[in-house]
């Protein structure tokens, strides 16, 4: 099976640039999306297909993705970006299977 | 406005079944596919099981495969969830999630708010 491995944590100031990193075997070859999870919500898609937003996601949200770390950037972070983040692929191989990662929560200082 | 509502969720007993709903509205319902994502008490995002928009392709997490059916009834723009041999380890939040497209392409865009499954004796 595919898996997906995230740091189970993150910090960054506030103005300051957050990076979460997603690691996967060839992720650079899948396309990569991420969700924000907020406590007691359901997740919200911020990221999809490496690098596009959602329309309402701010563009201080980014992403990129080659070889084997995909990468989410949020810029000039505010106290509202304190959240649980996971990253997301769709492997085929002989069945189909959606794959999360295991989650960065972000702590905003 | 895409709406997500799901029910169904509550105790279910070690080795016994449980039937979980979606209600979807404010799109073509057999236009996307669905999938059913599940969150344990304060762990991550687990992906469940998808299902086509035609309901041609249904997929499942090795987790569940043979004890979990999805299927969906387009007339009545609903996703189910037939919950079989419960365990433990099914305690969870389960959300209902809408693809991006007809077929399951794990682009997840729009999320209920949950229904929560407790498996205890």
């Known amino acids: 099976s595919y898996v997906l491995t995230q740091p189970p944590s993150a910090s960054v100031a506030p103005g300051q640039t957050a990076r979460i990193p997603c690691g996967g075997d060839?992720?650079?070859?899948?396309?990569v999306h991420w969700y924000q999870q907020k406590p007691g919500q359901a997740p919200v898609l911020v990221v999809y297909?490496?690098?596009d937003r959602p329309s309402g996601i701010p563009e201080r949200f980014s992403g990129s993705n080659s070889g084997n770390t995909a990468t989410l950037t949020i810029s000039r972070v505010e106290a509202g970006d304190e959240a649980d983040y996971y990253c997301?692929?769709?492997?085929?191989?002989?069945?189909?299977?959606?794959?999360f990662g295991g989650g960065t929560k972000l702590t905003v200082l | 406005e895409v709406q997500l509502l799901e029910s169904g969720g509550g105790l279910g007993q070690p080795g016994g079944s449980l039937r979980l709903s979606c209600v979807a509205s404010?799109?073509?319902?057999?236009?996307?596919?669905l999938s059913w994502v599940r969150q344990a008490p304060g762990k991550g995002l687990e992906w469940v099981s998808g299902?086509?928009?035609?309901?041609?392709?249904?997929y499942y997490a090795d987790s569940v495969r043979g004890r979990f059916t999805i299927s969906r009834d387009n007339s009545k723009n609903t996703l189910y969830l037939q919950m079989n041999s419960l365990r433990a380890e099914d305690t969870a939040v389960y959300y209902c999630?809408?693809?991006?497209?007809?077929?399951?392409?794990?682009?997840?865009?729009?999320w209920g708010q949950g229904t929560l499954v407790t498996v205890s004796s």
């Open positions: 297909d490496d690098n």
């Open positions: 997301q692929v769709w492997h085929v191989s002989s069945d189909h299977a959606g794959v």
């Open positions: 404010g799109f073509t319902f057999s236009s996307y596919a």
């Open positions: 060839n992720i650079g070859s899948k396309s």
């Open positions: 299902m086509s928009g035609s309901g041609g392709n249904t």
């Open positions: 999630s809408k693809d991006s497209s007809g077929a399951s392409t794990g682009l997840f865009d729009y």
